[in-house]
């Protein structure tokens, strides 16, 4: 769908740019955006490897341990179905802690893992288990502390203060994840 909507403004800012003589305009505003692309792309390289570089340092210290001990508790609470799976738990604690230091490109494969080794313990393979669906809810609505992509993009676009985005950001988090964790648990509850 967004293919073809794409397409369609693509072609109607074509035939705009022709009927009313903008073309330069046009040709000027491509290539300008291609420069902003590729610089954008740049800062996210750097932030990403800067994070990612991170977290593996974190990964082979004692830090992560305590990390993982110190959500354990939450992570029970949320997955009470996987019980004894400290490995499943592992990997959904190394994926909330990335989304929490706001490192999501950092997070999507820990993510992908957790979900692979839910989903081998599935007995029903076409069906999502209740675990799987309150992992689903905790990505999408994960708390950030260091909103890194937002810092990233607002400092390649100038931005004088490109950190004050932070306390709306925790605001948000923490309300879109508290209302995602309730409604499923209520959801999970009723299903049964």
């Known amino acids: 769908m967004l293919n073809i909507l794409w397409s369609v403004f693509i072609i109607l800012s074509v035939m705009y740019a022709i009927l009313f003589g903008t073309i330069e305009e046009l040709n000027t505003g ?3 955006s291609l420069s902003g ?6 800062t996210f390289l750097g932030t990403i490897c800067l994070w990612t570089g991170i977290m593996k340092i974190v990964q082979n210290t004692s830090i992560i341990k305590k990390l993982n001990k110190l959500l354990k508790p939450l992570i029970n609470f949320l997955f009470p179905d996987l019980k004894n799976n400290e490995a ?14 706001g490192l999501g490109n950092a ?6 893992k957790a979900m692979k080794t839910m989903q081998k313990e599935n007995r029903k393979k076409d069906t999502l288990t209740n675990s799987m669906m309150m992992f689903i809810v905790i990505n999408t609505a994960s708390i950030q502390l260091i909103p890194t992509n937002v810092i990233a993009i607002r400092t390649s676009l100038n931005s004088q203060n490109p950190t004050s985005i932070i306390i709306p950001v925790w605001i948000a988090t923490v309300f879109a994840a508290f209302m995602g964790i309730l409604l499923t648990k209520i959801l999970i509850k009723r299903v049964k």
Do not use: D
């Open 30 to 32: 491509i290539f300008t």
């Open 37 to 42: 692309a590729v610089e954008l792309s740049i």
């Open 88 to 101: 499943v738990k592992q990997e959904i604690s190394m994926n909330m802690i990335a989304n929490i230091l």
């Open 107 to 112: 997070a999507t494969p820990l993510g992908i």
